[in-house]
């Protein structure tokens, strides 16, 4: 196996990391996946693992990280389209289920989310790191929807971070769910639709 050298395959080299945790994560487990199995997946050595992340759990957080971005930046991007579109007045249901990007919800997000809370429970420094990356996430997706309310003069029923975080454990769970249960992808649609349209006729009008 052969060392990456800078400068941009530093960059290769990182997200080669990346994704062959993804695929070691996911099948053994945050525990059970270790950095041998990593390097071997991505076709590096440890001292290439230790270039680029100072641990496993620095790596697992930086995948997961990762995936949320990827997540946000396709709903950022369905909030400019629908601003630009014009589009007349939505319900809140009709609205966050345009927005939302079920179709690009993936098994192995659902997978790595659960498995970095299970482990925040039993290690202290994990749930710290957890907590902030939680807080930060629900920053974000409250901005998100303060832009959506402001943009359709929606009035929401409750603080915007709240708003948040109750559309963040409802997509979360209905996710874990439709995963536990080996539902494809037009069920998971259908179960996530018939949530989010509950939730949000709750929080907003």
């Avoid at 059970?32 to 641990?55: L, P």
């Avoid at 971005?69 to 007349?88: I, M, Y």
């Amino acid at each position: 196996m052969s060392e990456a050298s800078p400068p941009r395959s530093r960059e290769n080299t990182r997200a080669r990391l990346l994704t062959a945790a993804s695929e070691v994560f996911a099948e053994s487990g945050f525990d059970g996946a270790s950095v041998e199995a990593i390097c071997e997946r991505a076709g590096f050595t440890r001292g290439a693992f230790y270039s680029n992340f100072a641990s496993k759990d620095e790596l697992f957080f930086g995948l997961v990280q990762q995936v949320s971005d990827a997540k946000l930046e396709r709903v950022t991007t369905r909030v400019r389209e629908l601003e630009s579109e014009g589009l007349p007045a939505m319900t809140p249901a009709e609205l966050v289920l345009r927005v939302l990007d079920i179709e690009h919800e993936e098994r192995l997000g659902v997978v790595l989310m659960s498995e970095i809370r299970t482990n925040a429970m039993r290690d202290r420094r994990l749930a710290a790191a957890y907590l902030e990356w939680d807080a930060a996430m629900t920053e974000r997706v409250a901005q998100i929807i303060a832009d959506l309310a402001r943009t359709y003069s929606l009035r929401l029923r409750m603080p915007v971070l709240d708003a948040a975080r109750f559309v963040l454990q409802n997509w979360d769970a209905t996710c874990v769910h439709a995963v536990i249960a080996g539902l494809g992808t037009a069920d998971t649609l259908r179960l996530v639709t018939e949530r989010t349209a509950a939730l949000a006729a709750a929080i907003a009008d």
